[in-house]
């Protein structure tokens, strides 16, 4: 409000100052945590995807090798044997058993965890599909190693990804959970369990089999250091819970 003198009397009289043309209001910055959070998101996911799928890769360079299996394998091939389904099928299925019993067990799956199912069984049923029949041990040796270090690779990469466990993983952390047992304990008994059963149906254990259980600690353990994916500025939610590491690293 200004101030002016009027001529005739001398009186002081107030003028209004007309109002201040609002100022137009700026569009809402994007915030540097949501910035920095969609590398970092697209990162875990493909490493999510390129893992599983090389874990189903993997899979199937040992089945050609025929020189002996992972332990869930001998498993799915014995199952495959006896329903005549591809064992990239049977894997699904079992995996798809495999995660129901992760209600009583209380364990929350994550999307890593329903991935898994799906997509290491396809992969597998690809790669069988395109692979020739390996014949003579010059050719079976290779693939045999091959296929266990690409395995421990597939492993580090999908577990750093921390979408959750895959759901064979998932079923042994939650035994230890609900029984109190060594994850090691827990782990000798259900892989035993499952090879034996796969053995019976006319699953392949042999050299392979031992060999891939005595390396696949060192691997993943190798593999996990090399594909740990930095922390963000705040906690991303989209991992679920679960202690996959320790029941792939413990021997």
């Known amino acids: 409000m ?12 107030s003028i209004p100052k007309p109002p201040k043309a609002a100022k137009p209001s700026k569009a809402p910055k994007p915030s540097k945590t949501f910035e920095s959070h969609q590398p970092h998101l697209a990162r875990r996911l493909i490493q999510l995807y390129v893992g599983l799928a090389l874990y189903g890769v993997s899979s199937g360079l040992l089945v ?5 299996l992972e332990p869930w394998n001998v498993l799915h091939q014995g199952l495959a044997e006896l329903t005549g389904m591809s064992i990239g099928v049977v894997s699904i299925f079992i995996g798809a058993v495999v995660l129901l019993l992760w209600i009583p067990l209380r364990q929350r799956p994550g999307l890593g965890t329903v991935s898994n199912v799906f997509v290491v069984g ?10 020739p029949d390996a014949h003579g041990l010059g050719a079976r040796i290779p693939l045999l190693v091959a296929g266990i270090v690409l395995n421990g690779a ?14 064979r993983d998932g079923l042994m952390t939650g035994l230890h959970q609900r029984t109190g047992r060594s994850i090691r304990l827990m782990r000798t008994l259900v892989e035993v369990a499952v090879v034996v059963t796969g053995f019976v149906f006319g699953g392949t254990v042999g050299v392979g089999t031992v060999l891939y259980a005595l390396a696949i600690g060192p691997l993943a353990q190798f593999f996990l250091r090399l594909f740990a994916v930095p922390a963000p500025p705040a906690r991303d939610t989209a991992a679920a819970g679960g202690q996959p590491e320790q029941a792939i690293l413990q021997p």
């Open 154 to 167: 597939a492993t580090g990469l999908y577990i750093s990804a921390k979408f959750g466990p895959g759901p």
């Open 2 to 13: 200004c101030q002016a003198t009027s001529p005739a009397g001398g009186h002081t009289l």
């Open 122 to 131: 396809l992969a597998m049923d690809a790669t069988l599909a395109l692979m």
């Open 64 to 68: 050609v090798s025929g020189l002996g």
